[in-house]
T-cell receptor
Framework: EDKVVQSPLSLVVHEGDTVTLNCSYEVTNFRSLLWYKQEKKAPTFLFMLTSSGIEKKSGRLSSILDKKELFSILNITATQTGDSAVYLC?????????????FGRGTQLTVWP | SAVISQKPSRDICQRGTSLTIQCQVDSQVTMMFWYRQQPGQSLTLIATANQGSEATYESGFVIDKFPISRPNLTFSTLTVSNMSPEDSSIYLCSYAGQDIPFKETQYFGPGTRLLVL
C-alpha cells in the first residue's frame, strides 16, 4: 500500500492560473517531507518541510505541512509554461534507513500558454 | 549543492546483456543512492551505495541482479545484469546533502533511460 498519495494525478491549466497540489502520507515515525520537480528525467529539489504550519516559499512556489492531518500542499501562483513538469512528494521515516525516501506517484502539471 | 552526472544518458540493450551506469559527484559525499523509475511509476530505491563496503539493498532488489560499486566518496556504479524488457526504466543516482538540515535532502543526477529489447 502506498505510503505517499498525491492528488490530482494530472492537472491542465492556463498560464496565470494558480494551482494547488496535494500530498498525504502515512509513515510510522515521520521525519520530513520533500517536494521535487521532475522535468524529463532528473528530479530537482524544491522544499524540505519538517514543522507544521511554517510556510516555505521560493518565488511563485510555496509549501506548507500539516503533521496532524498528515498532508502537505504545494502552491504555484501565476503559473508559466516552464512550470509544466511532474511534481513529486516524498517523505522520510525515522524508523527507516537514513536516506530512505518514500515517493508518491507525482502530479503531472501541464500549463498551456 | 554539488554537481552530479551520470552516463550513459540513455541506452538500448538486448535482453540477456548487462549495462553499467556510472555516477560522478564533483565533491566528496557520504551517502549515495540508486533509484529506478519504471514507466508511469514513481521512484523506487534500489540500494544505498556504501563507500568501502557492500551496498544495502531494499526489499525486492538483490546484489546478483544489481551489483553496485562505491570505490570512493565521489563515484558509484550500478550494473543491471542479465537484462529483460521489465528492466526498461529510468535509473537515477542521488546523494544526500552534507549539512544540517539538508542531510535528509537528496540531489539527483540527470538519469539514465534504459530500453531493453
Amino acid at each position: 500500500e502506498d505510503k505517499v498519495v498525491q492528488s490530482p494525478l494530472s492537472l491542465v491549466v492556463h498560464e496565470g492560473d494558480t494551482v494547488t497540489l496535494n500530498c498525504s502520507y502515512e509513515v510510522t515515525n515521520f521525519r520530513s517531507l520533500l517536494w521535487y520537480k521532475q522535468e524529463k528525467k532528473a528530479p530537482t529539489f524544491l522544499f524540505m518541510l519538517t514543522s507544521s504550519g511554517i510556510e516555505k516559499k521560493s518565488g511563485r512556489l510555496s509549501s506548507i505541512l500539516d503533521k496532524k492531518e498528515l498532508f502537505s500542499i504545494l502552491n504555484i501562483t501565476a503559473t508559466q509554461t516552464g512550470d509544466s513538469a511532474v511534481y513529486l512528494c516524498a517523505v522520510t521515516d525515522r524508523g527507516s534507513t537514513l536516506g530512505r525516501l518514500y515517493f508518491g506517484r507525482g502530479t503531472q502539471l501541464t500549463v498551456w500558454p | 549543492s554539488a554537481v552530479i552526472s551520470q552516463k550513459p544518458s540513455r541506452d538500448i540493450c538486448q535482453r540477456g546483456t548487462s549495462l553499467t551506469i556510472q555516477c560522478q559527484v564533483d565533491s566528496q559525499v557520504t551517502m549515495m543512492f540508486w533509484y529506478r523509475q519504471q514507466p508511469g511509476q514513481s521512484l523506487t530505491l534500489i540500494a544505498t551505495a556504501n563507500q568501502g563496503s557492500e551496498a544495502t539493498y531494499e526489499s525486492g532488489f538483490v546484489i546478483d541482479k544489481f551489483p553496485i560499486s562505491r570505490p570512493n566518496l565521489t563515484f558509484s556504479t550500478l550494473t543491471v545484469s542479465n537484462m529483460s524488457p521489465e528492466d526498461s526504466s529510468i535509473y537515477l543516482c542521488s546523494y544526500a546533502g552534507q549539512d544540517i538540515p539538508f542531510k535528509e535532502t537528496q540531489y539527483f543526477g540527470p538519469g539514465t533511460r534504459l530500453l531493453v529489447l
